[in-house]
């Protein structure tokens, strides 16, 4: 199927336990982030991925590994599953910008995993 | 680091009315976009609507238009002849233009739309 896809689309699991949400894009996009949403806070940005094996940490990173080994791909590791990781979690993916210059290229989003952490 | 509010938790409106969101961000950088982003329950993330800053001219998207003030810092987001499809979550957006950073999307809080028929 063509765009991004995330799964699981639901997870429930227990504290303490190890957890990789996956994401893939079928565009080649360069970029590609990941996002939690929690009631009054909006999205907040874990972290992206400029290219194959370039990751860089985003707003909220502490609990959380990515790799990107593949460019149509990247997976969300949890190490050790808390509470306060229960969240919506969104994949995206974009292009990437050519500044002013440039198109302005948007953000594609997955359809989202609801995690929940018991 | 950049910024942005959404005051409006919540917002209501008439069928066929209109109503504006509001927007407002803090940054230092004179070149950015912002974007209005649609949720609507199927939590599907939407583009509704995008400005560059460099951009005078307010952007429009058919029922959709943005009254964009640099000066001010404030970005607000009308819809016009509002439809019960126009219930959703929506959010405001910020991306910076330079840099690898001018990937990265900071998000307000939201503002939850309900549509009254």
């Known amino acids: 199927d063509a765009g991004i896809t995330q799964s699981p689309r639901y997870k429930i699991t227990e504290t303490g336990r190890q957890v990789t949400l996956m994401c893939h894009q079928t565009w080649s996009h360069s970029y590609m982030f990941w996002y939690r949403q929690d009631l009054g806070h909006g999205l907040r940005l874990i972290y992206y991925s400029a290219a194959a094996d370039i990751t860089d940490k985003g707003e909220v990173p502490d609990g959380y590994v990515v790799s990107r080994s593949k460019t149509e791909n990247f997976p969300l590791t949890l190490e050790s599953a808390t509470r306060s990781q229960t969240s919506v979690y969104f994949c995206a993916s974009s292009d990437r910008p050519q500044g002013l210059a440039g198109p302005t290229y948007e953000q594609y989003f997955g359809p989202g995993t609801r995690l929940t952490v018991t | 680091a950049q910024t942005v509010t959404q005051s409006q938790p919540e917002m209501s409106v008439q069928e066929a009315e209109t109503v504006t969101l509001s927007c407002t961000y803090d940054t230092s950088e004179s070149d950015y976009y912002l974007f209005w982003y649609k949720q609507p329950p199927s939590r599907q993330m939407i583009l509704v609507i995008r400005?560059?800053?460099?951009?005078?001219q307010n952007a429009t998207e058919n029922r959709f238009s943005v009254n964009f003030q640099k000066a001010a810092k404030s970005f607000s987001l009308k819809i016009s002849d509002s439809q019960l499809g126009d219930a959703a979550m929506y959010f405001c957006a910020y991306r910076s233009a330079v840099g690898t950073s001018g990937s990265r999307l900071t998000f307000g809080e939201g503002t939850q739309l309900t549509v009254n028929p």
């Open positions: 400005q560059e800053a460099y951009k005078q």
